[in-house]
């Protein structure tokens, strides 16, 4: 299933790299937050970065939840790097690109820069302010990075460093009388807490940069849905109303809509189709949930004990290797525990994506869907033990 939001990229590209007086701001960097899996990566890919390319611009863009384990850092310099290569290659898709939509000639040889791409963001090499200065100055547009879960960006001081060094290029770049281009730096993430602290913390590099919430999918990409499955549906295809009501309901994630819709196709000729979504939607919105709740519970019960600590106290969770914090879980699961045991059941969490650093001795849970399903589960169990449980 392709659905394009073609018109609310282009709007999007030429808010960024064309602004009116009030959207200059962008500038400053634009951060998006939104639930997991609500098609922000496919919107990035299929639609916004087009449209961007459209008008010139040349896009950088890294996942950093491809590789959780990796250092933040490294995967955007890694980027950077992979893209002054290709327009360093003669006949490269990028610069190809480049001189359908720029009067610049990129040239056959591509683009010359004086420093070594594979010392980009070193101690020792090129900074990024100069290697997008350079590369602005050749190009003569603009340069887009985007960092999709940016928030995994928080928690280390290489990560912080990364965060700095992205704003000094930005006020380096965007300062300059006459630039022939601007940086732009977008980031994305599942956890609007975290995506929001980047900009509204002042010792954050983007303090005071632009925060917005995704704008998920809506009642268009519901008519298109239902128009698309109308053969296969016939007499058991929902109002638009209650789709839209059940789309919602599951969290407006793409993934989980289609799953309703093929389980209402099984039922029965004489059910009533209306009926059965809504019902259908709460039970697939608690089984995403699941899934990841299992993941803990697999890692068995002290790693449940620590889990439950994070999410009992919400927020970016400190003390969970703290003498307090270790006789509470050997009272959860009836035997002692070491801060090495908890250090190693972290990093597997963290490993699944379950948990995230927030900073040194910090965590939290990254989506926040899972920890309010945690809680919920917890508040079941107590209820169930009663008073005396």
């Excluded at 940069?209 to 849905?225: H, K």
């Excluded at 053969?231 to 058991?236: E, H, R, T």
């Excluded at 793409?254 to 979504?277: G, Q, T, V």
């Excluded at 993941?295 to 999410?311: D, H, N, T």
Aim: charged share 20%; aromatic share 6%; hydrophobic share 45%.
């Amino acid at each position: 299933m392709t659905y394009r939001r073609t018109a609310l990229a282009q709007q999007m590209a030429q808010q960024l790299l064309r602004p009116s007086f009030l959207d200059t701001s962008l500038r400053s960097g634009l951060f998006l937050s939104g639930q997991r899996r609500v098609g922000k990566t496919t919107f990035l890919a299929t639609d916004l970065i087009p449209a961007l390319e459209a008008l010139g611009a040349i896009v950088v863009y890294v996942d950093l939840w491809s590789q959780p384990q990796s250092n933040p850092a490294d995967l955007v310099h890694g980027a950077i790097r992979q893209a002054l290569q290709e327009l360093q290659t003669p006949g490269s898709g990028i610069l190809r690109r480049l001189k359908q939509v720029s009067s610049i000639d990129a040239g056959a040889a591509g683009f010359k820069f004086g420093f070594k791409l594979a010392d980009v963001g070193k101690d020792q090499g090129a900074s990024l302010a100069r290697a997008f200065t350079e590369l602005i100055d050749q190009a003569r547009t603009d340069v887009v990075l985007i960092v999709d879960e940016v928030q995994h960006a928080l928690g280390s001081a290489d990560g912080d460093t990364l965060l700095h060094a992205l704003k000094a290029a930005r006020d380096a770049i965007n300062t300059r009388p006459g630039t022939p281009g601007h940086f732009l730096f977008i980031g994305t993430g599942s956890h609007r807490a975290r995506v929001q602290e980047l900009t509204l913390k002042g010792n954050q590099a983007f303090n005071g940069a632009v925060t917005n919430e995704f704008p998920v999918l809506g009642r268009d990409f519901i008519d298109y849905v239902l128009e698309q499955v109308r053969p296969q549906l016939g007499a058991m295809l929902p109002s638009a109303d209650v789709a839209e009501a059940a789309f919602r309901a599951m969290g407006s994630r793409p993934e989980e809509l289609m799953k309703a819709l093929n389980i209402l196709r099984s039922l029965p000729p004489d059910a009533l189709p209306d009926e059965h979504l809504p019902t259908i939607a709460q039970s697939l919105g608690a089984a995403a949930a699941d899934v990841e709740l299992q993941k803990v519970e697999a890692m068995g019960p002290l790693a449940q004990a620590v889990f439950s600590r994070i999410c009992s106290i919400g927020g970016d969770v400190k003390g969970v290797f703290t003498a307090e914090a270790l006789k509470a879980y050997a009272a959860q699961i009836g035997r002692e525990a070491t801060a090495q045991e908890v250090q190693g059941i972290i990093g597997q969490m963290t490993a699944a994506n379950l948990l995230m650093r927030v900073k040194h001795g910090h965590y939290g849970v990254t989506d926040p869907f899972v920890e309010k399903a945690w809680r919920a589960k917890l508040q079941a169990d107590r209820l169930l033990l009663g008073p005396e449980g």
